[in-house]
T-cell receptor, first 114, second 116 residues
């Protein structure tokens, strides 16, 4: 499985934008970039995914580098509820289509200051 | 929509015993995956079921087995429990897609298993 590298932790202030980086230098052409987050005492929650182009949804934006070796999850205005562990995951759809397993690392712990 | 539901939420078992955990997928989903999450770690893939068959399996011993029913719900069974099996067990559901599209997985709240 292609691997991702994330910082261990990051702090942000409430109502400010947050940029969470992820490096994936060994990404293959059939790897989708996924982000999930896990709030305390809950199961992981899907945030966003993309292949090549930048993606936006109601939760966040995903900026993908042109060479696809890195990506950034952008939370436009952090709230206290956004404090969580954020996982950057590569999923190879060539292996088992959209149902390939998700390989989680340790993720990045985001703290949000009031 | 109830989302993914898991039962029970908490469970305490004795070493050597057997346990069964249950999962009902999100409405419209036909694929169920199971993950184990130890304290302070990310979830680790156990296996996935589709059309009542195990389709993929992670690096877990045969003590871990599963089943999927015709209504797409699933069970995870663990035999001969070890202290190291204490963890949060997560169920995720998704829709099987063809081709090169990708989609999200929906996770349940998990079952916290403690082996004493």
């Amino acid at each position: 499985d292609a691997k991702t590298t994330q910082p261990n932790s990051m702090e942000s202030n409430e109502e400010e934008p947050v940029h969470l980086p992820c490096n994936h230098s060994t990404i293959s052409g059939t790897d989708y970039i996924h982000w999930y987050r896990q709030l305390p005492s809950q199961g992981p929650e899907y945030v966003i995914h993309g292949l090549t182009s930048n993606v936006n949804n109601r939760m966040a934006s995903l900026a993908i580098a042109e060479d696809r070796k890195s990506s950034t999850l952008i939370l436009h205005r952090a709230t206290l509820r956004d404090a969580a562990v954020y996982y950057c995951i590569l999923r190879d759809v060539e292996i088992a289509g959209a149902n390939s397993k998700l390989t989680f690392g340790k993720g990045i712990t985001l703290s949000v200051r009031p | 929509d109830a989302g993914v539901t898991q039962s029970p939420t908490h469970l305490i078992k004795t070493r050597g015993q057997q346990v069964t955990l249950r999962c009902s997928p999100k409405s419209g989903h036909d694929t169920v995956s199971w993950y184990q999450q130890a304290l302070g770690q990310g979830p680790q893939f156990i296996f996935q079921y589709y059309e009542e068959e195990e389709r993929q399996r992670g690096n877990f011993p045969d003590r871990f087995s599963g089943h999927q029913f015709p209504n797409y719900s699933s069970e995870l069974n663990v035999n001969a429990l070890l202290l190291g099996d204490s963890a949060l067990y997560l169920c995720a559901s998704s829709s099987n897609l063809q081709g090169w599209e990708d989609t999200e997985a929906f996770f349940g709240q998990g079952t916290r298993l403690t082996v004493v």
